[in-house]
């Protein structure tokens, strides 16, 4: 229990700061600091895009890439009218249905700012005029004050909107935020490093290089330019799925996937076949619990990633999320620790060397 409360502690750390798309600076330097007291600081770095990059060296200059996107979906200060309302631009795709009546948090240069998005009351309401909004800017942020001049004393045209969150315990070994897509992969990536330097002390077969991408949210943006510098013989990638074990999300739209039961292993469209049996069979030698995807190969960095630098060997992974792009997004932590345990003994396999 005592292990289960410092993973819990860990993966909350990561969801309370803020990083909605091209503002990930400070979970990119709070996820330096927990890798420093893993590996060396020289192998850790953060480019002026965000990305970190951790470093493990192996045996060969073959490299394997695994990767998870640290940024989250956000809104942008659009407009702040005479009255002094707010109007926002969405950053990635939300349901925009959802937003009224949501507490929301602005980073500006003079901190952390407050405020809501209104909602009529339900007395005032006209059922034949009151339409839920169709866009972002259709609704409208309130900080308490109404003077203009005042407002903008406090934060820009520009500056990072998300929605407030709490890191909520559900029931059994489940959680509830907004942000697991895909800080959840977050984690995982840095209890395999964790698992690899602290329990294991095996140099791989392979160079290792974790990243924590950014901007995947609007356009897998940080994970390019990555495969573009390092050019891997393989790449991992590790994001959430449509949890069907929900009463509005239906398997056979998706396919099962439910918490609790494991990891998602894609199988499909450009997922490199003998990597991908190769895990499938570590997982039954290991009996770690797993559960199996159809891809047609997008929506994910490992699925934009696949056809740049005339080709990339691909692995796409996904964690089992319930309510994805709300701030009730739902986890079960046990699918965390054995997704990552089960990539450790990849990456530590001798052959997987063989198959790249």
């Known amino acids: 229990m005592v292990k289960l409360d410092k993973d819990i502690k860990l993966l909350n750390s990561l969801l309370k700061i803020p990083s909605p798309s091209g ?15 893993i590996i ?10 965000n990305n970190v990059i951790a470093t493990i060296k192996g045996k060969t200059d073959k490299v394997v890439m695994i990767d998870s996107h640290l940024d989250e979906l956000g809104f942008l200060v659009n407009n702040i009218n005479k009255e002094g309302y707010i109007s926002l631009i969405s950053v990635g795709g939300r349901d925009v249905t959802l937003l009224r ?35 972002t800017c259709d ?15 406090y934060f820009k045209i520009g500056d990072p909107v998300i929605l407030k969150s709490n890191f909520t315990h559900l029931l059994g ?13 977050c984690f995982v990536l840095i209890k395999i490093i964790e698992n690899i330097v602290t329990k294991c002390g095996i140099v791989p077969t392979n160079t290792l290089k974790f990243t924590f991408s950014s901007q995947e949210e609007v356009g897998c943006k940080g994970a390019l330019e990555l495969v573009n510098k390092y050019k891997p013989d393989l790449f991992i ?31 499909g469209i450009n997922i490199y076949k003998p990597v991908n049996e190769l895990l499938v069979k570590i997982a039954k030698e290991n009996k770690i619990k797993t559960q199996f995807l159809a891809t047609t190969g997008c929506d994910t960095n490992a699925g934009y990633i696949a056809n740049k630098e005339g080709g990339i060997k691909v692995l796409d992974l996904g964690i089992p999320l319930r309510y994805m792009h709300s701030s009730i997004e739902v986890i079960n932590i046990k699918d965390l620790i054995s997704g990552s345990n089960l ?14």
């Open 139 to 153: 609704v409208t942020v309130d900080v308490g004050i109404r003077k203009k001049k005042e407002i903008e004393k």
């Open 173 to 185: 070994n489940n959680y509830s935020g907004a942000g697991f897509d895909d800080k959840a992969g």
């Open 23 to 37: 503002f990930e600076t400070t979970l990119a330097n709070h996820i330096k600091k927990i890798l420093s007291r």
């Open 101 to 135: 009546g949501r507490n929301i948090v602005i980073i500006s240069d003079k901190g952390v700012i407050n405020g809501v998005i209104g909602t009529k009351p339900i007395h005032l309401i006209d059922n034949e005029k009151d339409e839920p909004p169709e866009y």
């Open 40 to 49: 060396p600081k020289n192998q850790i770095e953060i480019d002026f895009h």
């Open 237 to 267: 990638g590790i994001d959430v799925g449509f949890a069907t074990d929900t009463a509005d999300t239906s398997e056979k739209e998706v396919g099962k996937f439910e918490l609790g039961k494991g990891i998602g292993i894609h199988r």
């Open 343 to 356: 990539l450790t003994k990849l990456l530590l396999s001798k052959r997987i060397g063989k198959l790249i």
